[in-house]
């Protein structure tokens, strides 16, 4: 199954689709407009609707006004004849590395799969404008036949970032973790006709990390980004200290 955040007419989403069939069989549930960094948002209250999204007067898929983890959740449980083998979110447009993860619906379709028990990738490729999509693509296939060959361990999936580079300019593929550098941001004022004020973000992304291991890093230089990532927020490392504190 694909998904991603970025809507159901992304071409990351159909290249990433065509990819996928040289695999075995697909299936496309998405969000029906973008769902960009809205993180791992449910609909608890709105009604959840899908409808067949069609290309040249084609059904290709199923589109959701949801978000990417609705997409997942109702695509497993509700729209799907069987469970699939592999869910791959993306290609998104723009990277997905260090503190971006948090904010990522790219990341968190793959995460709602991961948390069904379903091995997933969420892949993404290193820019916002003229992207290569078919060298994205075509490690998303060869990370998703990995997958497939030897899974993946409980509650890990992968986050996977691609240099927007031709095939053969691609340096190779980086294990990696996830790094600290992210958005310095700032909320400029403004007017709107009516002289009401409102905020917009901006800002610019900041690289802060030196460590040849980290993801932003490595995909600045021209590699592949391959980041295990886990569901699993305990800070193991914390339980021995907090327990000497007097908590009772």
């Known amino acids: 199954?694909?998904?991603?955040?970025?809507?159901?007419?992304?071409?990351?989403?159909?290249?990433?689709?065509?990819?996928?069939?040289?695999?075995?069989?697909?299936?496309?549930?998405?969000?029906?407009?973008?769902?960009?960094?809205?993180?791992?948002?449910?609909?608890?209250?709105?009604?959840?609707?899908?409808?067949?999204?069609?290309?040249?007067?084609?059904?290709?898929?199923?589109?959701?006004?949801?978000?990417?983890?609705?997409?997942?959740?109702?695509?497993?449980?509700?729209?799907?004849?069987?469970?699939?083998?592999?869910?791959?979110?993306?290609?998104?447009?723009g990277p997905n590395t260090a503190t971006n993860i948090i904010y990522s619906g790219t990341v968190s379709a793959a995460t709602e799969a991961r948390m069904l028990g379903i091995p997933s990738i969420a892949i993404s490729i290193g820019t916002f404008k003229d992207p290569i999509w078919e060298t994205a693509a075509t490690y998303a296939q060869r990370l998703a036949r990995q997958v497939l060959k030897h899974g993946l361990p409980p509650k890990v999936l992968l986050n996977v970032n691609v240099p927007n580079l031709p095939l053969g300019e691609v340096k190779g593929v980086r294990v990696t973790r996830q790094g600290d550098s992210g958005y310095e941001e700032r909320f400029e004022l403004h007017s709107d006709p009516s002289s009401v004020p409102y905020y917009m973000r901006t800002g610019s992304y900041k690289m802060i990390d030196v460590d040849e291991g980290t993801d932003a890093l490595v995909l600045a230089q021209g590699f592949v980004s391959v980041t295990p990532v886990s569901f699993d927020l305990t800070s193991y490392e914390m339980l021995e200290e907090f327990s000497r504190w007097e908590l009772s």
């Not at 299936?27 to 973008?34: D, H, I, K, L, R």
């Not at 960009?36 to 449910?42: D, E, K, R, V």
């Open 1 to 93: 199954m694909v998904t991603n955040d970025d809507g159901v007419t992304s071409p990351g989403l159909h290249a990433l689709m065509a990819a996928m069939r040289e695999l075995g069989a697909v299936s496309m549930v998405a969000p029906e407009t973008e769902q960009s960094a809205i993180g791992h948002a449910i609909t608890t209250v709105t009604p959840l609707r899908v409808n067949e999204f069609a290309l040249d007067g084609k059904p290709v898929g199923l589109s959701v006004n949801g978000t990417p983890a609705d997409c997942v959740k109702l695509a497993v449980g509700t729209l799907l004849e069987q469970p699939p083998d592999l869910v791959v979110s993306g290609i998104n447009l």
